[in-house]
């Protein structure tokens, strides 16, 4: 697929930074100059814990491939929803964080406003056309006050972001690659999801959108 320049880039339409909420804000191509860096972090990542579909504890496989990085990551199987020092995949401990990862999250927490922010864990999701992630709240995390730093590589997705309650209609967001969003504070409860992603081919991710989001897990 061919993806048109951006005639509205400088548009003050479409601000560089974008309100989603008392807390939550879109930091449009904020980690465009790093995207390779950070692509590269995946690619180490995924040699020393591959991609793979979690199982949900209802026995179904995700629809996104995950794999994570930090001294813990986020598990799911028949068990619960969880995090976790060692990919059970490997039984070796989580390959650590890049340090271009580290960098990036701490620069987005600090330009929305939260300093300080140390991250121990690192999700990344992996979506082919078509995968798509419901609607749900991230709770598994013990440390609320910390924020969550998302970063959007290759394909763009439509971001879903609802409210305190899931029977709040969700906003829509087109979120594109070098995309960050920092949620926290009010904001971190909040329902969120991605509708699926169309096909295409981006420059450097090829057929696949990928998401790193950046969390403290523990106190
Ligand atoms: C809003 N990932 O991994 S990142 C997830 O694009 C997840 O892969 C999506 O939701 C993705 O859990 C969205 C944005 C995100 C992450 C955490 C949040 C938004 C959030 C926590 C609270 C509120
Ligand atoms: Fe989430």
Not at 85 to 91: E, K, R, W
Not at 113 to 118: K, L, T
Not at 134 to 158: F, K, N, T
Not at 164 to 175: F, Q, Y
């Amino acid at each position: 697929m061919h993806t048109a320049p951006d005639l509205f880039a400088d548009d003050p339409a479409r601000p560089a930074a974008l309100s989603l909420g008392p807390q939550a804000v879109l930091l449009r191509g904020f980690a465009l100059a790093q995207a390779a860096a950070l692509l590269e972090g995946v690619h180490a990542v995924a040699q020393q814990a591959p991609w793979r579909r979690m199982a949900t504890p209802s026995g179904h496989a995700l629809s996104v491939a995950t794999t994570g990085c930090g001294p813990l990551s986020w598990v799911s199987d028949r068990r619960g929803y969880r995090y976790e020092a060692h990919d059970p995949l490997t039984g070796r401990p989580w390959p650590a964080l890049p340090p271009a990862f580290l960098a990036m999250a701490q620069a987005a927490a600090l330009q929305a406003g939260f300093a300080h922010f140390v991250p121990d864990a690192c999700l990344v999701n992996r979506y082919a056309p078509g995968t798509r992630l419901s609607l749900h709240q991230d709770r598994d995390e013990q440390d609320m006050d910390a924020p969550i730093v998302s970063v959007s590589l290759g394909l763009p997705a439509v971001f879903l972001w609802g409210g305190a309650t899931r029977a709040e209609r969700p906003e829509r967001v087109l979120l594109h690659h070098g995309d960050v969003v920092v949620w926290g504070g009010v904001d971190r409860l909040r329902f969120h999801g991605v509708l699926p992603v169309e096909a295409g081919e981006h420059p450097a991710t090829g057929p696949w959108r990928i998401n790193l989001t950046l969390r403290k897990a523990r106190y």
